[in-house]
């Protein structure tokens, strides 16, 4: 049950392109085609399947305050935490090079297509952004990081596929010049994101609403807690407001 | 322009309008949208860019002859986290506050294509000082978007500038709001930025005709 949330979470309430806006470099630049959209969504489903997890494993036995015990209480008090950029970012360009040469090998005309954009996958911000997502909140386990890698990987790979085929088809719309190419595309990933925003009442129905708040709050850190809260005038605080508060909360 | 000759200069002033890193090359816009809900995050943002960025593009140039070609990836990435770790760690001890609201975002500064992109288009191929005042061209230029529309964002969405109340107080009801006004608490959420750039980007390229795409 804990797995099908946050892998259903994942994927549509914490969007990777529509709620963080990660990846958008690479979201932009290869989604004027369907083919290479897919290529390029499969590749970062399975990058972030691989990272998410080894860096968690990282994060756990190595970086973390106190991480170091199981090699001896003197090492209790060792605290790493300061070195997960560097120590995520080389796991992550590790992989996408293994990444690069196993596409090469087994699918030489994916990797043609791809072209530019494998090795730019190391510096996919949904890439480190997965793997940072899953230290700031407080991933409990093994199996839920893999959960977790996997579903924001197939999240990104929707966004990409549903703006590809957008764009597919808006090339035959007469777009105001200015507009064309760059500035729809923008306008349009905007009123998906306002459309994938729906989607935050869907694993917290009615009167479960509050209780599943409280929840989601403990599990995420202190981080999103403490992130700066809108101000609301609490006497004309509207139903409308206080949900748009929630959704700006877990989207922090 | 005593100390710039005028090709330096341009480098600077390059990517502010025609070349801008966001709304032309299409570069850096992954950490770029989700925090410009504030001015002030905004500016803290560009501020590390402009760090990040200006450093970094000088240590690359210093080492381009050096760094061979195959690694050259990794080789950015190590200089790019070692900056970004120190200004993760000074806003940690000078601004916690604002770094809690940036959260993971000062960390993926690292994977901000801006930054990568620079490395590779320009630090690899030219002397320090170019590669400096291109840095500082292009996080200016990255400053530049990042300030217009966290300031439309932060003036309509809460009413105010860099935390203070510019329009009257809400609660109160005093200047705009004593004519019924309301705050667009719709600016706040995140995919209003990206309609926000989607309609500077309109702006920009009806007064440049030559910006335009082909479709």
Known sequence: MEHLELFFKSIFIDNMVFATFLGMCSYLAVSKKVTTAVGLGAAVIFVLAVTVPLNWLLDQYLLQEGALVWLGPEYADYDLSFLSFIMFIATIATMVQLVEIIVEKFSPSLYNSLGIFLPLIAVNCAILGGSLFMQSREIPSLGLALTYGVGSGIGWFLAILAIAAIREKIRYSSVPPALRGLGITFIITGLMAIGFMSFGGMLTGGDEETKEKNTEATLSNNLEKESKVITIDTAKKSEHEEVAVNIKETQN | ?215
Do not use: H
């Open chain 2, 1 to 215: 322009m005593g100390l710039l000759s005028k090709k330096d200069a341009k480098l600077i002033t390059d990517p502010l309008t025609d070349n801008n890193p966001i709304t032309i090359q299409v570069l850096g816009i992954c950490s770029a949208l989700a925090i410009t809900a504030e001015l002030k995050a905004s500016i803290v943002m560009s501020v590390s860019v402009l760090f990040v960025l200006g450093l970094g593009n000088v240590v690359i140039s210093l080492m381009r002859n050096i760094i061979p070609s195959k690694i050259r990836i990794i080789v950015q990435l190590i200089v790019v986290a070692t900056l970004v770790i120190i200004v993760d760690l000074v806003l940690k001890a000078f601004a916690y506050e604002l770094s809690k609201t940036l959260s993971v975002f000062v960390g993926l500064i690292i994977t901000n294509c801006i930054i990568m992109g620079r490395f590779e288009a320009f630090a690899l191929g030219n002397g320090p000082w170019k590669s400096f005042l291109d840095g500082v061209g292009n996080s200016l230029g990255y400053a530049v978007i990042l300030i217009i529309v966290g300031f439309f964002r932060e003036l309509l969405g809460s009413g105010t500038l860099l935390g203070i109340q510019v329009l009257g107080d809400p609660i109160e009801k005093t200047g705009l709001y004593a004519f019924g006004y309301e705050n667009n608490g719709f600016m706040l959420l995140s995919p209003m930025a990206l309609i926000v750039v989607g309609l500077i980007i309109w702006v920009q390229r009806s007064r440049n005709q030559a910006l335009i795409e082909e479709n």
